[in-house]
């Protein structure tokens, strides 16, 4: 069976914009049982700012007092060289740089132009190395910007082309707000792919306008093996008002299922863990699988009888 | 550009479990806003017993008001031959027979084995002709029931031979509790148009497990032009508890707008037409788009500046 490879981004992208201060011994269970139910890769939390992002001003705590399951990757997302020592010293197993296509929502994100992002980078890589931290890169806006519009496949690709001259193979591309669909995502995830070989390429989506799982539908079927997504959909962006948040960890994992992709993720379990989440964020969660029952309840009920 | 025929299924579909009346002044206003809006194809209301839906009680009256736009096609779904009988009366241009791909669930909804309801469908096609009313029809939970599981695809070919040994053509292959997957719904519509070239084949889905629209795009991915939406997400069905409605027009309407399909539906006045559903529902819709507004919108004015 084909294996994805999937990232459970509820712990930062999930909680980086939730209302509620989600207290540090409630996450480590949560990103513990996350491990422990087979997700294979974790962003864990943000090293950021804690003015900028006070949700997640714990990560320090959070990443030493974790257990590390043997296998799974714990992962966080850094803006800058600052965050980058932080990520090193509490043993991150990679680092997340994240950039944007739209040279407006850089701007507007970071507060620097995209050039500019990547001589931040530089300083990081030259950091990591000898570490046990890895970079890996993302593309924010890949698919479109709310500030600037389209964005071209090139302006993308001139980016991939930035990370990997940096050593970085691992590259997201991030619809952070919604606006990739079908055709488009096929189009750039097979370009990408054909491009540049030697890069490992991820896909980041967002169900902000429905089209979440038609778009990972699109990208598995032109070989994209590697997805984020958040449990019970949570997560967002400021600069997308409306929006609703990642794709949906429970209902993307019983799609793969029942496709027949292998994902190494105990289902009923990640179902279970909604109840758990619910509490920590104190209101209830999107996804569908999580009110309707997996369609495997139903056959094999009935089945049974 | 590939045209894509859509049905708009709310005022059918989306009230028949609405537990508010909708008056029928209000039905009235949405078919002719809905057709004016360039729907092709509306399924106005049923004609069953006024016991079993009482919502839909008034489908002689709303047939014998609404404007009917020249080109629009208005259907109704009809049970058994007294229907049909008030069908021809209304001058409804098709009536929808619906057998269910599962005994248990045939018998559950409609109290009689699939055999049955074929001697029935026999009826109803002898009593239609000579008469302006066409018959279609549809074979609920195609791919799968919650009171049976799996339905194999020989039961779904076998229905789909029943229909066409009656001269009925068009045929939508339901999914009505949500039970579908992307490679099951390809393969299947795959392999229908592939068997009975004869056939005009539609599809009816549901978003109960939020796989709706990366079904739909597996189905346009095999040729399907022929989708069932429904405004809001309305709908549901009372044998799948939680399950959420049909698959969104506005939502669906969308994605195939950014995908160069032509539907002759203007996006921007169903968005608008969400405030007088969600007044004669008397509660919130679902859909995306409703809610993040259009990835057109952000493209338009981004590229104004």
Redesign the interface.
Known sequence: MTQIQLTEVVMRDGLQIEPSNVPTETKLVLIDRLAALGVPRLEVSSFVSPKAVPTLADADEVFARIKRKAGTVYAALVMNPRGAERAIVARADEVVLVVSASEAHNLANVGRDIAESFKGFATITAMLKGTATNACGAIAMSF???????VPESRVFSIIENYLALGIRQISLADTT??A????VGSLCERAQQLYPEAVFGLHLH?????G??N???AL?VGMRRFDACLGGLGGCPF?????GNI?TE?FV??LH???FETGIDLDGLLDLRTAMEAAVGHPLL???G?????AQ??????KV
């Open positions: 479109g910007c709310p500030l600037e519009g389209d919604g606006m669909y079908p055709t488009q169900d902000t306008r429905g089209l799982l038609a990972a539908y699109a079927n997308a008002p409306g929006a609703s949906c209902d019983h799609m029942l496709m027949g996804g569908q699988v009110k309707a029952g997996t369609r139903f056959t094999r009920c009935a089945t």
